[in-house]
């Protein structure tokens, strides 16, 4: 279980959001917060996470190739007007 906790530390720290992380690495959203919280880990509210220029440029790309924005939401673990205000922004919607 180690290996576990600190490969999703790993990915928290990389600013992946918590249900890609419990997905991945298959442990519970309260054994994560657990160990964040043990290793004081300062945590952040996931809706307000910075997203990179690959994520942003992805959620456009998928976004032109047809995908629904609440498909787009759900893959990056994001609402769906967090990837609507990402779209407007960039002045695709």
Same mark, same amino acid.
């Given at each position: 279980?180690?290996?576990?906790?600190?490969?999703?530390?790993?990915?928290?720290?990389?600013?992946?959001?918590?249900? +890609?992380? /419990?997905?991945? /690495?298959?442990?519970?959203?309260?054994?994560? #917060? +657990?160990?964040?919280?043990?290793?004081?880990? +300062?945590?952040?509210?996931?809706?307000?996470?910075?997203?990179?220029?690959?994520?942003?440029?992805?959620?456009?790309?998928?976004?032109?190739?047809?995908?629904?924005? #609440?498909?787009?939401?759900?893959?990056?673990?994001?609402?769906?007007?967090? /990837?609507?205000? /990402?779209?407007?922004?960039?002045?695709? +919607?």
């Amino acid at each position: 279980m180690g290996d576990k906790i600190e490969r999703a530390i790993e990915l928290y720290k990389q600013g992946a959001p918590i249900k +890609k992380i /419990v997905e991945e /690495v298959h442990i519970s959203t309260k054994t994560l #917060y +657990k160990a964040l919280k043990e290793r004081g880990e +300062k945590l952040r509210k996931s809706s307000h996470r910075k997203l990179t220029e690959e994520e942003i440029e992805r959620i456009k790309r998928l976004y032109l190739e047809g995908y629904s924005i #609440y498909r787009i939401a759900k893959e990056f673990g994001l609402r769906p007007s967090r /990837v609507y205000n /990402v779209l407007k922004k960039l002045s695709i +919607k």
